[in-house]
């Protein structure tokens, strides 16, 4: 059984287009996270969001935005996408509050390729 | 904000031997948590092993250990009997024990491609 799973797993789109990634985890957990890994390896936490509150890093633009539909779900939406939006995303999941040391789950990724 | 730092970009061991891979960390906080995960060429992120930072005991999982030093802010991975399929790139990771200030997730360090030889 897939604990995170995320759909496509390979995105090849135009720059300009609007695209989306989904997220969904049967772990019960109650926070959910986007990352982004950048060409060279390095991975930012881009969201991080609960029913409760949403925490955008402040270096994420605007044409980013996740969406929750239920706590098993945050799917990430992208607008007039950019060259610089090529990037594997992952999202992931863990448990909030006293469980911040619980490790986080994560999908396998999504790799997005903008031409 | 909390900074992670990977010196090591690249390390290569000989399958069966042991290897260290270092991590240095900076923060003002005095409880919060640490990580190693792996990524093979799968992509995945695989835990390795963690540690919380007011437990001075160093944690294990099998032939990874770690080497926890809280006032030098120093959390180095070691590997032991090291396998083919080791090999990956190592992320070393912190999370605060409190949100806020930006994101509440893990701040990843650059990571270390680990070579191993037959």
């Known amino acids: 059984d897939t604990a995170v799973s995320q759909t496509p797993k390979y995105l090849v789109t135009q720059m300009g287009n609007d695209k989306s990634i989904k997220c969904e985890q049967n772990l019960g957990h109650d926070t959910m996270y986007w990352y982004k890994q950048d060409s060279k390896k390095f991975l930012k936490i881009m969201f991080s969001y609960n029913n409760k509150e949403l925490i955008i890093n402040e270096t994420v633009p605007n044409r980013f935005s996740p969406k929750s539909p239920d706590k098993a779900h945050l799917n990430l939406h992208i607008n007039s996408l950019e060259l610089g939006d090529s990037a594997v995303y992952f999202c992931a999941s863990s448990p909030s509050g006293q469980g911040v040391y619980q490790p986080q789950h994560f999908g396998d990724g999504t790799r997005l390729s903008i031409l | 904000a909390q900074t992670v730092t990977q010196s090591q970009p690249e390390m290569s061991v000989q399958e069966a031997e042991t290897v260290t891979l270092s991590c240095t960390y900076d923060?003002?906080?005095?409880?919060?948590?640490l990580f190693w995960y792996k990524q093979p060429p799968s992509r995945q992120m695989i835990l390795v092993i963690r540690?919380?930072?007011?437990?001075?005991q160093n944690a294990t999982e099998n032939r990874f250990s770690v080497n926890f030093q809280k006032a030098a802010k120093s959390f180095s991975l070691k590997i032991s009997d090291s396998q083919l399929g080791d090999a990956a790139m190592y992320f070393c990771a912190y999370r605060s024990p409190h949100s806020g200030g930006g994101a509440d997730g893990l701040t990843f360090g650059k990571g270390t491609h680990l070579i191993i030889q037959p």
């Open positions: 923060t003002s906080e005095s409880d919060y948590y």
């Open positions: 540690q919380e930072a007011y437990k001075q």
